[in-house]
């Protein structure tokens, strides 16, 4: 890695509406660097990171470039100095096709002015198989691809500017566990090369991997800058909070109630003889690859995919699931993978959305019991303590945290016995995760079951009273960490299929 500074920010400072965002921030890194930024959300990694990227401007304050100082207008200008951001949301054109859109406002000419499609796809192969995409064909309409296909089509646009400077805004949110074995071989080879990394991530173990140093923001400032093996995980949790989190992972061990979900058998177009009990007060954690069928199963109990064969018990009655309605009535809830598209409406108020599985409670025809409504509302706010203006506040505004604490509070609202969490905490930071794992315990507490799916393992190893591993769509094994060691390894080995077949029932 290059001692010398390739990138320097000096004293930036931006405000929207009179609201200051960044105070005086200073960043700087060397070339083949690769350096994490955290902070909790709302800290402004993304606003400066948008500067450096030529979506803002700065109030005041320098961006320099080998020493140069320069104005970044633009993205056009940032590009011309070797800056590419990889946003989080992605930012394709659905109707256009991979290559295009990787060589989008920069597209290959013919001698004759026409756009030269054959040598446009060439190159958008050639890199597709860099990131490990050689089966994606370049005349792909993007709308047919999947998010995490999508998420690596935005990968492949930035390095096909042969950027300097590459920003990463949570890239791995939706990759498969082999397209991010890709993306860190393809950062480690683009490091090597001189190519600097900017990598913006709430994943702990990812920025542990894959980066050389961290630098930590709060409250829009520059917290400190540190080498990743000089700083422990518990510096960088109270750097980016700001005091101490006491009990990260909440001490928790209740005594199990009578069982209240069984399945045996349960099979559908994605998972195989799956066979579990649940009991009251329970945490069952869920974990495997991304593919594994941990999703589907949530689905097949939640009734969004139809069950082809076995049956599902509650509380020792068999029962047949044909819709999420059917579910919510035999008391199931579901919080989904991916809250934005599937768990709420973004566009409508933290009210709406935390009374709309129960507004049957207070609205009989066309007149509305306020109070009732006022009542729910009250409880879960109070409870799950979301951060907001107030409950007429749009959902869309709220941070990720807070967002699935609504999300969470709309089906307590639906007083469920089961509660199904698939990844709770992603895209989450870890206030508002330790925040989560406590409501966790606490609905469990009251004799809730709950099953909760994740592809974290630090999270499902400290929350469950018993891990589920699955692999290829069958659940495998089961550990027992409150009774048992329990390693990371030991999962993993399970989870990629190191089990020479053998399937555990309980």
């Not at 509406?17 to 060397?30: A, E, R, Y």
């Not at 920025?207 to 540190?226: F, P």
Request: net charge negative; aromatic share 6%; proline share 2%.
């Amino acid at each position: 890695m290059n001692e010398e500074n390739i990138l320097q920010m000096k004293g930036i400072n931006k405000s929207f509406g009179g609201v200051q965002v960044l105070h005086d921030v200073d960043f700087s890194m060397h070339a083949g660097e690769v350096r994490a930024l955290a902070g909790e959300n709302g800290a402004g990694k993304s606003t400066l990171m948008k500067i450096l990227g030529g979506i803002y401007d700065c109030d005041t304050g320098e961006v320099i470039i080998d020493g140069v100082p320069i104005g970044l207008g633009s993205v056009e200008e940032a590009q011309k100095h070797g800056i590419a951001v990889i946003h989080q949301e992605i930012v394709l054109v659905q109707d256009m096709t991979v290559g295009e859109n990787i060589f989008l406002g920069r597209e290959f000419q013919t001698k004759a002015g026409f756009v030269d499609y054959h040598q446009m796809y060439k190159k958008a192969a050639e890199i597709l198989e860099r990131i490990g995409l050689s089966t994606l064909k370049p005349d792909t309409i993007v709308r047919e691809l999947s998010i995490s296909q999508k998420q690596m089509v935005e990968i492949a646009k930035a390095l096909s500017t042969d950027a300097r400077i590459i920003v990463m805004d949570e890239p791995t949110s939706s990759l498969t566990d082999r397209e991010v074995e890709f993306l860190f071989g393809q950062i480690k080879s683009l490091s090597e090369k001189g190519v600097s990394i900017i990598y913006i991530s709430h994943k702990m173990d990812e920025i542990n991997q894959i980066a050389d140093s961290i630098t930590i923001m709060r409250d829009g400032r520059h917290i400190v800058t540190a080498p990743i093996r000089e700083i422990s995980y518990e510096q960088i949790i109270q750097n980016m909070v700001g005091h101490k989190i006491e009990d990260y992972y909440p001490d928790y061990d209740v005594t199990l109630g009578k069982e209240v979900l069984r399945v045996e058998n349960l099979t559908t177009e994605k998972v195989e003889n799956i066979n579990f009990s649940l009991f009251e007060g329970e945490i069952l954690g869920i974990t495997g690859l991304m593919g594994a069928g941990r999703t589907e199963l949530a689905k097949a109990l939640f009734g969004l995919d139809e069950v082809q064969a076995g049956s599902i018990y509650l509380e020792g009655e068999k029962c047949i699931i044909k819709s999420p309605r059917e579910a919510i009535q035999k008391k199931i809830a579901l919080v989904p993978e991916d809250r934005k598209e599937n768990g709420l409406f973004l566009e409508n108020s933290i009210s709406f959305n935390m009374t709309v599985t129960v507004m049957d409670e207070f609205i009989k025809g066309i007149s509305v019991d306020a109070k009732k409504e006022q009542q729910i509302l009250d409880e879960y706010v109070n409870q799950l303590e979301i951060k907001m203006a107030d409950t007429e506040q749009l959902a869309v505004e709220l941070s990720g945290g807070n967002q699935q604490k609504v999300v969470i509070s709309k089906w307590l609202a639906s007083n469920p016995k089961i509660l199904i969490l698939d990844e709770p905490t992603r895209g989450v930071d870890v206030g508002a995760k330790s925040d989560i794992y406590h409501l966790i315990c606490q609905i469990a507490e009251r004799g809730v079951a709950i099953i909760l799916i994740s592809s974290e393992l630090p999270e499902v190893m400290n929350m469950s009273s018993r891990i589920g591993v699955m692999c290829e769509g069958k659940l495998v094994r089961f550990f027992h960490p409150k009774k048992e060691e329990v390693t990371q390894e030991q999962i993993m080995h399970y989870a990629t299929g190191g089990y020479e077949h053998e399937i555990y029932h309980q």
